[in-house]
C-alpha cells in the first residue's frame, strides 16, 4: 500500500478537513507502517498559487498547517510529511500529463466552476489546471489509495483518467509507467457542512469563521459556535429518516456520529426527540473533549519553528528520492532525451 494526500495552507484546519481526511491520514499511516508500505502526507503550497495570495501569509500558514497536523497525530517517524514547493518533481509531472489532459476534462471539473462564477476569464490559468497537479501529486508516487472528503472524488478519478490515458498512449501494455489509484472516502464523515447553511460545505475561504469549528477554537468559542449553529424548530427524530430535508439537523448529529465513533442511528437512539436546547450543549462538549488536546499540542509545536522546518526539510528529502524513478519512466516514456 502507498497512501498519499494534502490539504491546502491556506487558512486553518477545520473540523470538516479532520473528519473528512486528517482522522484518516493518522489512522491510515499506521495500518500501512505495520504493512511495511509507506504514507506521504503534503501541504499543497502549490495548489494555493490558484487563487490570490499573501507570499508572507503562506508562509506562516504552512508552518501552521504542518504544526496542526502534528498536533493531530501525523508522525514524521512513520509519515513522510513535506510541503510540494521542496520536490520540483510534482511540477515537472504536471507539465508531462498536461500534454495527456484535455480540456474538456478540466473543464467539467466542479471545483473550477464553482470558484471561477462567471468571472471565468479573469481567474488564473493555474485555477484551471490544478487538477492536473493534483494529478501528478498522486501518479508521482505510483499511490494505490488516497484518503479524502468526498468534494475530491471528481478531481482522483480526473487523476485514474489521465494516468489511463497515458499508460495506453505511452507504456507497453505489460509495464504501465502510473498506478491508478484508489480515493478512500468515510462514509459517515464525507461532506461536514456549514454551521451557517446546510447546502454548503463547511470550508476554510467562508468568510464567516461562525461557519466552521477551527481545530484551533478554543472551548468558549466551539460551545459558542455550536450553540448559535443554525437549525429548525422541531425536536430530533428517533431514525435517520426523520432528518430528510433537515440538512442543518443531519449535519449536526452527523458530526456528533462521526466524533463518537459511531452511528447517526445510534445518537439518534440517545437524543430522538430532545430539542437542540439539549443536543447542542452535549454536542459542544464531546467537540471540546476531542479537540482540546489537539489544540494544546498545537499551540506548543506552534512555537518552534526551526523544528517545523526541520520535519518538512526532511520530508522533503525522502519524498524526492520516491518521486525519482515514477517521473525518470514518465520522460522517458514520453521520447524526451535527459543526460
Ligand atoms: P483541501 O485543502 O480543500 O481539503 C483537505 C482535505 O479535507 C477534506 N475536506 C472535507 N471533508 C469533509 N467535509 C468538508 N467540509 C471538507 N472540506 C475539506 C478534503 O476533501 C481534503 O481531503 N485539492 C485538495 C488538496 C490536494 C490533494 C492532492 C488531495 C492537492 N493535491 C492530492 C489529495 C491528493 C484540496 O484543496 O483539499
Keep these: 500500500m502507498r497512501i498519499v494526500s494534502g490539504i491546502q495552507p491556506t487558512g486553518s484546519l477545520h473540523l470538516g478537513n479532520y473528519l473528512g481526511a486528517i482522522r484518516n491520514w493518522v489512522r491510515m499511516q499506521d495500518e500501512v507502517a505495520a504493512s511495511g508500505g509507506e504514507s506521504l502526507y503534503f501541504l499543497a503550497d ?42 520540483p518533481a510534482h511540477v515537472e ?73 497515458f499508460n495506453n498512449d505511452f507504456a507497453h501494455e505489460d509495464a504501465p509507467v502510473f498506478t491508478l489509484p484508489e480515493p478512500i472516502i468515510p462514509p459517515e464523515a464525507a461532506r461536514i457542512m456549514s454551521l451557517r447553511d446546510g447546502a454548503a460545505k463547511m470550508s476554510k475561504s467562508d468568510p464567516s469563521d461562525m461557519s466552521r469549528i477551527n481545530l484551533t477554537d478554543d472551548a468558549d468559542t466551539i460551545m459558542q ?53 439539549k443536543f447542542k450543549p452535549a454536542l459542544g462538549e464531546l467537540l471540546t473533549e476531542t479537540l482540546a488536546p489537539i489544540n494544546a499540542r498545537f499551540v506548543e509545536l506552534r512555537a518552534d519553528r526551526a523544528a517545523l522546518d526541520a520535519v518538512l526539510r526532511d520530508g522533503g528529502a525522502r519524498a524526492r528520492e520516491l518521486a525519482a524513478p515514477t517521473l525518470a519512466a514518465a520522460y522517458s516514456a514520453l521520447g524526451l532525451l535527459r543526460g
Design 225 to 277: 459556535k455550536i450553540k448559535k449553529a443554525k437549525t429548525d424548530p422541531a425536536p430530533l427524530p428517533s431514525d435517520k429518516a426523520g432528518l430528510e430535508g433537515r440538512a442543518e439537523a443531519a449535519n449536526l448529529v452527523g458530526i456528533y456520529a462521526a466524533m463518537a465513533g459511531t452511528s447517526v442511528d445510534t445518537v439518534l437512539a440517545q437524543f430522538g426527540g430532545e430539542g437542540f436546547g
Design 93 to 165: 509531472l504536471q507539465w508531462l500529463l498536461n500534454g495527456t489532459a484535455r480540456f474538456g476534462w478540466l473543464s467539467r471539473m466542479t471545483q473550477f466552476k464553482d470558484k471561477a462564477g462567471k468571472n471565468r476569464d479573469g481567474v488564473s490559468a493555474a485555477l484551471f489546471t490544478y487538477p492536473v497537479l493534483q494529478a501528478a501529486d498522486v501518479l508521482l508516487y505510483q499511490t494505490t489509495h488516497v484518503p479524502v472528503g468526498d468534494d475530491q472524488k471528481q478531481h482522483l478519478e480526473l487523476a485514474r483518467d489521465i494516468a489511463q490515458k
Design 46 to 87: 502549490l495548489h494555493a498559487l490558484s487563487q490570490p495570495h499573501d507570499p508572507a501569509q503562506l508562509t506562516a500558514n504552512t508552518r501552521e498547517m504542518v504544526a496542526a497536523l502534528l498536533a493531530c497525530g501525523i508522525d514524521p517517524a512513520k509519515s513522510v510529511l513535506f510541503n510540494q514547493a521542496q520536490v
